[in-house]
């Protein structure tokens, strides 16, 4: 294992949820932290740290990514957590909605790696989110399935690639962060206690779960090309 001490870790997401616990995680190991989304300063609102800054960025326009990589210059390990809702059945699912969530969880995390890769350490990192749903087919998660695939494909891809630079993605089950609030209080509840019945951990994941694993990941220096599924066992039932 190494340590984030004296490392500078680049979390692409919103100020909330699995990328605000990532980040406190980073920090907290030792890491000076970038935090970076297309709402700037609702980032830098959501933190009050001189060890963590806030940039700018789109990460489905290369030319945005391209610029943050310039801005920022040198980092240690990029981790991206972005994420664009595709749910729906496959009759009511627009191109629209399932391209976007391919361009910021798929093809978003290409551009980074293209512009961050050649700015890292040989032992430096990139961390990517896929979702259970990639394993355990959910009707109306048919894009969000698809695009969490492709995730998992390019990290084995760009681990090879890349090396000895090392790409993980880790795969979260259901984890209470806010993303279900949308389902209404009623829903949501009978969510978490199905999967509270059924997943063999007995109860719903927290951001921190998330948190612990991704720097898990920056750290342990033999692991790559893996995907690590925090879910609580939720895919083998």
Request: net charge negative; glycine share 8%; hydrophobic share 45%.
């Amino acid at each position: 294992m190494s340590t984030l001490q004296n490392r500078t870790v680049l979390v692409v997401g919103r100020g909330s949820g699995i990328a605000r616990a990532t980040t406190l995680a980073a920090r907290a190991a030792g890491a000076t932290v970038v935090v970076a989304s297309r709402d700037v300063a609702a980032l830098a609102d959501a933190y009050d740290d001189p060890g963590i800054t806030a940039e700018s960025v789109d990460i489905t326009d290369e030319s945005s990514v391209e610029a943050l990589a310039e801005r920022i210059g040198h980092v240690d390990h990029v981790v991206s957590t972005a994420s664009a809702r595709a749910r729906g059945t496959v009759d009511a699912l627009k191109p629209d909605v399932v391209m976007a969530s391919l361009n910021t969880k798929v093809v978003g995390p290409i551009l980074l790696a293209k512009h961050f890769a050649k700015r890292m350490p040989k032992d430096g990192s990139f961390v990517l989110f896929s979702g259970a749903t990639a394993d355990k087919p959910t009707v109306g998660m048919l894009a969000v399935a698809a695009t969490n695939g492709a995730v998992d494909a390019v990290a084995r891809s760009l681990s090879v690639e890349l090396a000895p630079i090392r790409v993980n993605s880790i795969s979260p089950g259901t984890i209470d962060t806010g993303a279900y609030d949308a389902l209404g209080d009623q829903k949501k509840a009978e969510l978490y206690e199905r999967r509270r019945a059924e997943v063999p951990a007995h109860r719903v994941g927290t951001s921190d779960d998330v948190a612990d694993a991704v720097v898990f990941a920056l750290t342990n220096t033999f692991l790559t090309g893996v995907r690590l599924h925090v879910d609580g066992g939720e895919t083998l039932v």
